[in-house]
């Protein structure tokens, strides 16, 4: 069992910066990839970044490629989403996740742990 809780989220001005935190607890962490996603209003969910056990690989959205980097310490149970440049169509709900596998997965079908998510609001 893994629980997540996102944390670092608020208002932002546009081309500004946040970084979001996601704390996982279990002694396991290290064997899991973890993403981020986000969930704007009236929208439906969609992926932003996702990161392998080791950190080895990372994949990205073509929306916030370039923009948005994902990171770990897996000596603190904690991923990262650094976010620059951020728009007004950035705001979202923005959730962790976690799944036991080996590859950055950007599929949120196939996680199977999820944080309650952290607010991030972009003003123009």
């Known amino acids: 069992q893994v629980q997540l809780v996102e944390s670092g989220g608020g208002l932002v001005q546009a081309g500004g910066s946040l970084r979001l935190s996601c704390a996982a607890s279990?002694?396991?962490?290290?064997?899991?990839?973890m993403g981020w996603f986000r969930q704007a209003p009236g929208k439906e969910r969609e992926s932003v970044a996702a990161?392998?056990?080791?950190?080895?690989?990372?994949d990205y959205s073509d929306s916030v490629k370039g923009r948005f980097a994902i990171s770990r310490d897996n000596a603190k149970n904690t991923v990262y989403l650094q976010m620059n440049t951020l728009k007004p169509e950035d705001t979202a709900v923005y959730y962790c996740?976690?799944?036991?596998?080996?590859?950055?997965?950007?599929?949120?079908?196939?996680?199977?742990?999820w944080g309650q998510g952290t607010q991030v609001t972009v003003s123009s």
């Open positions: 279990g002694r396991t962490f290290s064997s899991y990839t």
């Open positions: 996740a976690a799944v036991y596998g080996s590859r950055p997965y950007l599929n949120q079908q196939v996680y199977n742990y």
């Open positions: 990161i392998n056990w080791n950190s080895g690989s990372t």
